[in-house]
């Protein structure tokens, strides 16, 4: 099993910045990408950044150039600086796992992204 717990979540202004944390513990070895999801109220979850154990980064176009997903393989973390966020931002942000050899994607609880005048 596979625990992601997420942080740094919180209210910004617009134009503000906000960085997420991604802690993973448990049977992480066979883990080869994470990433952040996200979904604001009636709408679907969607991807925001991913980033492979090698280093490979895809982010949506709706936040490139203003978001940065980094990882930390040694500490089983993944982080996403925010910068010039937007209210449309605003979502609940999913960490997430992939492990391909089962082809099991986990999940955080999510955290609240919150940007308002």
């Known amino acids: 099993q596979v625990h992601l717990v997420e942080s740094g979540g919180g209210l910004v202004q617009p134009g503000g910045s906000l960085r997420l944390f991604c802690a993973a513990s448990?049977?992480?070895?066979?883990?080869?990408?994470m990433g952040w999801y996200r979904q604001a109220p009636g709408k679907e979850r969607e991807l925001v950044a991913t980033?492979?154990?090698?280093?490979?980064?895809i982010y949506a176009d709706s936040v490139k150039g203003r978001f940065t997903i980094s990882g930390d393989n040694a500490k089983n973390m993944v982080t996403v600086q925010m910068y010039s966020l937007k209210p449309e931002d605003t979502a609940l942000y999913y960490c997430?796992?992939?492990?391909?050899?089962?082809?099991?994607?986990?999940w955080g609880q999510g955290t609240q992204v919150t940007c308002s005048s």
């Open positions: 980033i492979t154990a090698g280093g490979t980064t």
């Open positions: 997430n796992a992939y492990m391909p050899l089962l082809d099991e994607m986990y």
């Open positions: 448990g049977s992480i070895g066979g883990i080869n990408r």
